[in-house]
């Protein structure tokens, strides 16, 4: 006898650091993402998509720890041989982008863009390999005009959504600040030698807010290990070095012109780091006069980005307001965005210096934040009426019903399984539909319809003290003219006008 050949079925999962978004998070999402793109067309910025894919070559040493193509970027070869990386960032194709197009673009180039981004690192709680991101960039202007309306825009942008005044602040500082600092304690930004250790040092102090000045300062010396075991080597300062850096760090004031005088005196005679208090103290300025105080924007050392490729100011969108945290203690928010001035990714491909400043957007964890506000918009998250199919010999006539109901501008659906009325009420409900509409053979002889407003059943199924009242006022189950059924579906949706997450 044949031995029976065993089927293969593939386990369904996502993969590791993946995840799906159900239908109430999109639409509360793409809510969020249209008011933000309202605020950056108002600040005369244009949309803008560029591929998923791109050379890996086109992305160069910007990619995070890169000794191999694949190493922090999902990568593989095409057919030709060429290393093709999913986007680590929407910057570096941005950067890719106006190199091939530079002669035909206005300069300055104004753009924004969202979409995906795809990051091949460990996951962990609320860390994706996956996420999406909101840029707005400026190229072609050294100005720091540009980098004081970045941070304007991101004030912006978070009180257009519902993050009011007080729940958030801009950070920021700027990265020459850092490098006069570096050179004071012999890690000059010219030494090749010097490359790695800078970039160690980068990271570290990028980790403050995560790791509080003890894992810093390990960081910065030999090196630390997490929770789960794993190790990452330090910087190696001496000790000198390291209260030098952790100075820098601690300089922070409320007013902005104050922690600009602290700098000045921690970079003393550095050319570079004079040239960065310099930047901060004009953006100073400008914030001041376009009316942007220290409630909004101010200047904190220890913001100074992980990323190699920024030259100049740099700054964190950080909400100040307490949440859960996982071990269910009120921590801050934190961080939901970044970005900063990077005067050479263009330069590699033109030759060229071409100055350009941006920010970017965390949206999934932008949303978890609203969540936790409670100021998430879901409307329209609620399911579609269903006409309900009490008669599959008379489907003709509910289309007609469904489509009366689309025309006047009502999300509607037929059912379009093979259930009975039980069924098809408890698929209306796993739906999160409204009402259902019932036409038996008794309502098709009187030339009526059933509504049935799901919403009310349910909660006069719940014992609440004035359940009496609800039914009385406002019965769960109407009938109406079907020459109205348009007009009583609308009658019904209206009740829950100004309150559509029900």
Known sequence: MAKKIKTFRPKPRVPKGLRDEMAADVIGQRKMLAAIAHVYELYGFDPLETSGLEYSDAMGKFLPDADRPNQGV???????????????????????????NYDALPKPFRRYQMG?????????????????????????????????????LMCDAMEAIGIERGDYEVKVNNRKILDGVLERIGLNLEDPDNQVQRL??????????????????????????????????????????????????????????????QLAAIVGESEIGGEGVSELREIDTLLSAAGYGADQVVFDPGIVRGLEYYTGPVWEIDLTFETIGEDDTLARFGSVGSGGRYDGLVERFKGVRVPATGCSIGVSRLYAALKALGKTDESGARGPVVVLVMDASETAGYQTMVQELRKSGIRSELYLGGSGMKAQLKYADRRGASIVVIEGEDEREKGELTLKDLILGSEMSKDIEDNKAWREDQPAQVSVKRADLVSGVRSLLDRYKGNENL
């Open 116 to 152: 995906p981004v795809w990051r091949n690192e460990k996951p962990g709680p609320g860390r994706y390999r996956q996420f999406t991101q909101v840029d707005a960039d400026t190229v072609g202007t050294p100005s720091m005009a540009a980098d004081a309306e970045m941070c304007m």
């Open 74 to 100: 999902f990568s593989f070869q095409d057919d030709d041989d060429q290393w093709l990386s999913l986007r680590y960032d929407l910057t570096a194709p941005l950067a890719r982008f106006v190199a091939e």
């Open 200 to 261: 160690t040092v980068l990271r570290a102090i990028d980790k403050l807010d995560r790791l509080g000045e003890e894992g810093v300062e390990r960081l910065l010396g030999e090196g630390r290990k997490d929770e789960s075991g794993d190790y990452t080597e330090g910087a190696k300062l001496s000790p000198e070095q390291i209260n030098a850096v952790m100075s820098f760090v601690r300089a922070g004031n409320e007013a902005r012109s104050a922690v600009c005088d």
